[in-house]
Nanobody, 128 residues
Framework: QVQLVESGGGLVQAGGSLRLSCAASGGTFSTYVMGWFRQAPGKEREFVATINWSGSRTYYADSVKGRFTISRDNAKNTVYLQMNNLNPEDTAVYCC?????????????????????WGQGTQVTVSS
């Protein structure tokens, strides 16, 4: 059983930055593809970013490309999401997710159905 716990959310002004963390336990973190998703009130959960097992490959939603950076530290079983130049449209609950099915280093799923385990999420609120 894999457990994921997010932290680092909060209230920030437009243009500000936040760094989210997701700590994993209960499995072999270094073999997982990790992703970040977000869900705003009244909206579907949407893909934000994903990173392969080694951290050598990443992929981003167009809405966050150039502003957000996903990274991981396999020694600490943690994945990060650095969010810069935040705007009110980024307000959402941010969740990390783990995909356990190894399919090669180029496998970077953006579909939420591909992921096996989810954290509870952390709230990010951006004020204008």
């Amino acid at each position: 059983q894999v457990q994921l716990v997010e932290s680092g959310g909060g209230l920030v002004q437009a243009g500000g930055s936040l760094r989210l963390s997701c700590a994993a336990s209960g499995g072999t973190f270094s073999t997982y593809v990790m992703g970040w998703f977000r869900q705003a009130p009244g909206k579907e959960r949407e893909f934000v970013a994903t990173i392969n097992w080694s951290g050598s490959r990443t992929y981003y939603a167009d809405s966050v490309k150039g502003r957000f950076t996903i990274s991981r530290d396999n020694a600490k079983n943690t994945v990060y999401l650095q969010m810069n130049n935040l705007n009110p449209e980024d307000t959402a609950v941010y969740c990390c997710a783990a995909e356990l099915d190894y399919r090669g280093s180029a496998y970077l799923p953006t579909n939420k159905q591909a992921y096996d385990y989810w954290g509870q999420g952390t709230q990010v609120t951006v004020s204008s």
